[in-house]
């Protein structure tokens, strides 16, 4: 009897792998005016004020004399500012509605 042979072993051949696909780059969104970046404060606070220098330098003083931070301040001032107007138009409305009443005016010389 003959010897069995072991069967050849098959050659391993690396097959080539296909090449590699570049990676894709994410397009570039247009920057919308609103989505531009802000100073932090504003951000939080959701409100930008641009002033000039004198109001400004005006300002900081009053918040070093009173012994609290710019924002504060400035939060301060605008609710005296509203307050202020409202009173004033709830004044000229009331003058507005009673309008019927009798004006005294004095002739000029």
């Known amino acids: 009897m003959a010897a069995k042979r072991k069967p050849a072993k ?3 051949t690396k097959k080539a792998k296909p090449a590699a696909k570049p990676a894709k780059k994410p ?5 919308k ?6 100073p932090k404060a504003a951000k939080r606070e959701g ?3 641009k002033t000039d220098p004198a109001l400004e330098a005006r300002l900081r003083m009053l918040a070093t004399k ?3 931070d710019l924002p504060a301040v400035i939060v301060q ?5 509203a ?10 409305q009331a003058l507005q509605d009673t ?11």
């Open 83 to 92: 307050d202020t107007w409202e009173d004033h138009m709830q004044t000229v």
């Open 33 to 38: 005016k609103a989505a531009r970046k802000m």
């Open 66 to 68: 009173m012994g609290k």
């Open 47 to 49: 409100l930008a004020i």
């Open 77 to 81: 001032a605008l609710n005296e500012f």
């Open 27 to 31: 397009a570039k969104k247009p920057v």
């Open 99 to 109: 309008e019927d009443r009798v004006h005294l005016t004095v002739p000029k010389e």
């Open 10 to 12: 098959k050659s391993k």
